[in-house]
Structures are given as structure tokens and as C-alpha cells.
């Protein structure tokens, strides 16, 4: 067991390396901003004939000093059970202002309800 402290002076590098990390995870800032959306009985996504999308302008509340991650979960779907259900939700045009979120579908899909949760996580130095 090689990885194992010698002896007292290696346990205490190793507490005192250990709360270093802790600290620094601490201290780490994290902004967090979530919000969603629901799109009900939209013509475009409910006609069932080729590729369509739904564009969702998303403005932070805060302008932040660098672009965060964005992410997203469909929470609720409501499609015709007569055919496939194809859809997708992609995160476009991220800045530090915000984001536009596609929700699209294609083929014979018909998508007459879905709502979208999304989250904009920043970590680092603020």
C-alpha cells in the first residue's frame, strides 16, 4: 500500500493539501439561474409535416462576466400517439445576456404541448 502515509509529517501534507481543496471549493463562486417555458397548441410543431422548430429568446437576469453552460430537460410532452415522437431541445447563440432555446421535431411527429425547464450555470471567478 504505497499511497498509504510514512508517517506524521505526510498525514499532516495530506489534512493540510485536503483543506487547501476544500477552501477552494468553498470559495469557488457559482451562479445559477433557471427558469421555463411551456409551448401549447403551436400550429408549427402540431402540423406533422417536416422538420419544424420553436425559437425561445431567453434574457438572464443578470449579464454575467463570462458565457455560462446551459442546460435543459423536457418536463412535460404532450404528442399524437398515432405516429413517432421526435423531438429535440438545443441550446443556440449562448452569450453572457443569454440564450435562444430550439425546440424542434420533424418528420410526421406532432407535438401539441411541451414545456422546458433550463438552467445556466457559471462556476469560477466572477
Given at each position: ?7 506524521l ?99 410526421n ?18
Amino acid at each position: 500500500m504505497s499511497d498509504q502515509p510514512k508517517n506524521l509529517l505526510d498525514v499532516l501534507a495530506s489534512i493540510q493539501c485536503m483543506e487547501k481543496r476544500l477552501s477552494e471549493l468553498e470559495t469557488t463562486p457559482r451562479v445559477v439561474e433557471a427558469g421555463e417555458f411551456e409551448i401549447d397548441e403551436d400550429p408549427t410543431l402540431a402540423n406533422g409535416k417536416g422538420g419544424r422548430s420553436f425559437k425561445k429568446e431567453i434574457t438572464y437576469k443578470r449579464s454575467w462576466s463570462e458565457t455560462p453552460n446551459v442546460y435543459t430537460a423536457i418536463t412535460a410532452l404532450n404528442s399524437d400517439c398515432k405516429e413517432k415522437t421526435r423531438v429535440e431541445v438545443v441550446v443556440d447563440n449562448k452569450s453572457n445576456s443569454g440564450c435562444t432555446i430550439l425546440v424542434k421535431t420533424w418528420d410526421n411527429s406532432e407535438i401539441y404541448h411541451v414545456k422546458v425547464s433550463w438552467f445556466a450555470i457559471l462556476e469560477g471567478n466572477l
